[in-house]
């Protein structure tokens, strides 16, 4: 039965190996599945958070994976729209790291906010002047996108196209795949930005309060570029790895060239644009409040470092190697570049959620520290869970990477 | 405008907010469901086979997608663009016009018998005296699929679609279906034995551009094994072409078990 389910020409461990490689992860899930079980069954109370610190580990866990998610949206943009050709190779795979990064967003979301039996409400009784309204429709909307775009990648199994009606209903979904990947590239240009702009309209908090271009302050736009620039390597990261735990090639090193070449263009626009913005909101957007910017960096651990760490180490660097000719040429360095833009933007979430929340905004206020519940932990860890599972099942059972086998072929 | 929403204002913000949702979803549940439609649609039509067919197609390995006219020389390095359909192909036609003798070709070591027609998956078709045709799997499918463990062939009456499943192979791992020359309901099954796995009767008058013959079907199979020696050498991890010799008989002993399903997939152009 394993077998026949398995892609021609394409190898895959033992079904009981495969089984024994699943049982941490689900054990993960179950442990978090567990803790929402308490977060829904007794309350909120589970967990860290309270009114003065309301966002925790899942908020910034959910504009992280989110970030890190955007290959989906950038890829299929680059691949349907602009017609970059060699992305074919990673498409599929990126649908499904898309997937996972996107349910696992809602679900956590789910959880957040408690009472996910009234999660209609927020489409019923939209508060239209908050961006988490347009958060919540771009998100739902994008989800269903990406579960459509997930579609062909199931019906294309190899049993399940033996019916005719399945293939064709793939063979049509794929002609439209371009509309889908336009209006992925619509919503996800808003909701990555909302998500961004969410803290810049903040005008009580002045670490997380910018200047505004139009009617969205500069995060709104940050946001977009930093998750178009990180997308592309995070797929490249997990394309290695999974080549690396299954020992296949799965994509030529062009492919890995092409990712890293757009990622680097990217995320050098985008650290420059971060300079900007760093530069104007410590001479003038919080000076204007009545807070000097070095007042932010008082507080341990988070010094100046962390604005360091996030545009030079974690945002120059890594552009400038994914630029470099010779550093593309090595697989090795690439993959580092790629997980330090990957770090990078990891650090930014952090700082966005976990620091603007932290830090005092008020004269009477004091610095806060929070540190996540079991339950939170281990519910974040679950969404790590899921995700293994989802992409190892559709790894092994669908054809997630085009050029595996032709290139398993070569030798 | 949203009831049980007393809330709501309904000012052009709101309206352009929700407005542009709503267009999305629109936009969503429309392509989606024009999508099922068409599959719908498609299925009614008995196109599911030419669209599995073309899939397939647009799959195989360029090596595999030589149009008919490489390989007698032709037209060298010519790779087929129509998914091996050379009924509107206006080369086909053209060439078929100017049609000059060439240079006999090695069938490769396979035999190429003068009745028949070959199909690009591996079948071929043999038209009889009463309209019907037989279909059968060709020197080089035989030889590899060896004596299969199962053979699935479809019931009396049932219709079949050109490049459509004719009939389904198993042998060891592999699983492989060979694709149909011909549309038409089958009239009679038949068995290795008998010489003829399937006995047609075809839709309409029998169109048979696609399929070769003669010369050109052993130019075809000269190519094809060219091709097994490189899936072949390729499942033994060394790419490399044989030098020289024949091809044994027992070509399914020559194959290792994990890769049998890829090799004869490869062979008979399932993806």
């Not at chain 1, 899942?58 to 949206?73: P, Q, S």
């Not at chain 1, 996540?372 to 995700?387: C, D, H, K, N, R």
């Not at chain 2, 079907?217 to 044989?242: T, Y």
Request: overall charge positive.
């Amino acid at each position: 039965m394993d077998d026949t389910l398995i892609g021609r020409g394409l190898r895959r461990t033992s079904l009981p190996r495969f089984l024994l490689w699943l049982v941490p992860w689900a054990a993960l899930l179950a442990l978090g599945l567990y803790a929402v079980y308490l977060c829904f069954a007794i309350g909120l109370n589970q967990t860290n958070m309270d009114n003065r610190f309301a966002f925790g580990l899942w908020i910034y866990l959910d504009l992280t994976v989110i970030a890190l998610g955007a290959g989906a949206f950038f890829t299929g943009f680059l691949l349907y729209i602009l017609k970059k050709k060699e992305l074919k190779a990673v498409i599929n795979s990126a649908v499904v790291i898309g997937f996972i990064c996107y349910s696992g967003a809602v679900g956590i979301l789910m959880v957040d906010v408690g009472q996910p039996l009234r999660a209609w409400f927020t489409f019923w009784h939209p508060n239209v002047h908050s961006m988490l309204a347009e958060v919540t429709f771009c998100l739902t909307l994008y989800l269903s996108v990406l579960a459509i775009e997930y579609a062909p990648l199931v019906l294309k199994n190899r049993r399940l196209k033996e019916v005719p009606g399945l293939l064709v209903l793939e063979h049509q979904l794929h002609k439209v795949m371009v509309v889908f990947a336009g209006i992925g590239t619509l919503l996800s240009f808003f909701h990555q930005g909302s998500l961004g702009g969410l803290y810049g309209v903040l005008r009580g908090n002045p670490f997380a309060f910018r200047e505004h271009i139009g009617i969205w302050p500069t995060t709104f736009f940050l946001f977009i570029l930093s998750a178009a620039a990180v997308g592309p390597s995070f797929i490249l990261l997990t394309t290695w790895l999974v080549g690396k735990v299954s020992r296949k090639r799965l994509v030529s090193p062009e492919v890995f060239q092409t990712l890293a070449k757009i990622s680097g263009w990217l995320l050098l626009v985008y650290v420059v644009l971060k300079g900007i913005d760093s530069l104007v909101w410590i001479n003038s957007t919080s000076p204007k409040t009545g807070v000097q910017v070095s007042s932010f960096y008082a507080h341990p651990p988070f010094g100046t470092w962390v604005l360091f760490a996030e545009v030079v180490l974690l945002g120059l660097v890594p552009a400038a190697l994914l630029l470099s000719r010779r550093v593309r040429a090595r697989t090795g360095l690439l993959v580092l570049a790629a997980a330090m833009a990957c770090a990078g933007i990891v650090l930014n979430r952090y700082v966005m959620t976990i620091q603007t929340l932290a830090l005092p905004s008020l004269p009477f206020d004091s610095f806060l520290s929070y540190s996540p519940s079991w339950q939170e932990t281990a519910a974040f860890l679950a969404v790590l869970g899921y995700g293994v599972l989802l992409y190892s099942i559709s790894f092994r059972w669908l054809n997630l990477f085009p050029e595996e086998r032709e290139l398993a072929t070569k030798g | 405008m949203l009831p049980g929403n007393t809330d709501f204002i309904l000012d052009p913000a709101n309206v352009i907010f929700l407005g542009v949702f709503a267009l999305v979803l629109v936009v969503v549940v429309g392509t989606l469901a024009s999508a099922i439609v068409s599959a719908r649609r498609a299925v009614v039509r008995g196109q599911a086979a030419a669209i599995l067919w073309h899939e397939e197609f647009e799959e195989l390995p360029a090596s595999a997608r030589d149009c008919r006219h490489a390989m007698t020389g032709e037209m060298p390095g010519r790779r087929c663009e129509r998914a091996f359909d050379c009924k509107g192909c206006e080369t086909h036609a053209r060439l078929l016009a100017d049609a000059k003798p060439l240079p006999a070709i090695d069938a490769g070591g396979f035999f190429v018998l003068a009745d028949r027609l070959y199909h690009r998956g591996h079948a071929w078709l043999k038209s009889e005296e009463d309209g019907t045709v037989t279909l059968g799997l060709d020197d080089l499918a035989t030889r590899l699929v060896g004596t299969p463990d199962a053979l699935v062939l479809p019931a009396v009456g049932e219709r079949l679609a050109e490049n459509g499943p004719a009939f389904r192979l198993k042998a060891g791992k592999a699983r492989v279906r060979v694709a149909s020359p011909v549309s038409g309901e089958v009239v009679e099954t038949g068995s290795f034995a008998k010489g003829f796995l399937l006995r047609v009767k075809p839709d309409g008058p029998l169109d048979t551009r696609a399929l070769l013959s003669g010369r050109e079907a052993a130019a075809f199979f000269g190519r094809e094994r060219d091709r097994l020696q490189l899936v072949l050498s390729a499942a033994q991890g060394i790419p490399a072409l044989a030098d020289g010799g024949v091809l044994v008989g027992d070509l399914s002993s020559a194959i290792p078990e994990e890769d049998r399903d890829r090799v004869l997939g490869e062979m008979l152009l399932e993806a």
